[in-house]
């Protein structure tokens, strides 16, 4: 870490998860390039991931943050998933102890393509890194 950027946040190395029942995928991100790639996809059971493989991740990674995609619908409004990302997104920074941030991720699952998890995660990291509010978490 070399200190706090504009936006108040740490520099250094994000990660992103694109959030879903059967499926997250994880993407590493850095704030300073505000650039991010795609990582892996983990195993999740109805929307539990493998924990020590998450936090493995975090711990080879050691991020200044953790960002969770917000599936929203198309008018705003947030849907059932809305709330079980929310959940995941609150254990994940009870179990990790990092800030965790929500990023809008309409659409990025379509523009990644279906079968990429991963890539959709690199693109809720890249959301959030290239947002001029990002300090502002949408998690509140």
């Given at each position: 870490m070399t200190g706090p950027d504009r936006a108040g946040v740490d520099t250094g190395s994000v990660l992103a998860f694109d959030f879903?029942?059967?499926?997250?995928?994880?993407?590493?991100g850095q704030t300073v390039t505000r650039t991010a790639s795609a990582l892996t996809t983990l195993?999740?059971?109805?929307?539990?991931?493998?924990?020590?493989?998450?936090?493995?991740?975090v711990k080879e990674w050691r991020p200044v943050r953790l960002v969770v995609g917000l599936p929203l619908n198309m008018d705003?409004?947030?849907?059932?998933?809305?709330?079980?990302?929310?959940a995941f997104a609150a254990r994940l920074g009870e179990r990790t102890g990092v800030p965790v941030s929500m990023a809008d991720e309409r659409l990025t699952s379509r523009e990644a393509g279906e079968a990429s998890h991963a890539a959709a995660a690199a693109l809720i990291a890249e959301t959030w890194l290239n947002a001029p509010e990002r300090a502002q978490d949408a998690a509140r």
């Open positions: 879903g029942l059967k499926h997250i995928g994880v993407a590493a195993s999740a059971r109805d929307g539990r991931p493998d924990w020590g493989a998450v936090e493995a991740l705003d409004t947030e849907s059932e998933m809305s709330g079980r990302a929310r």
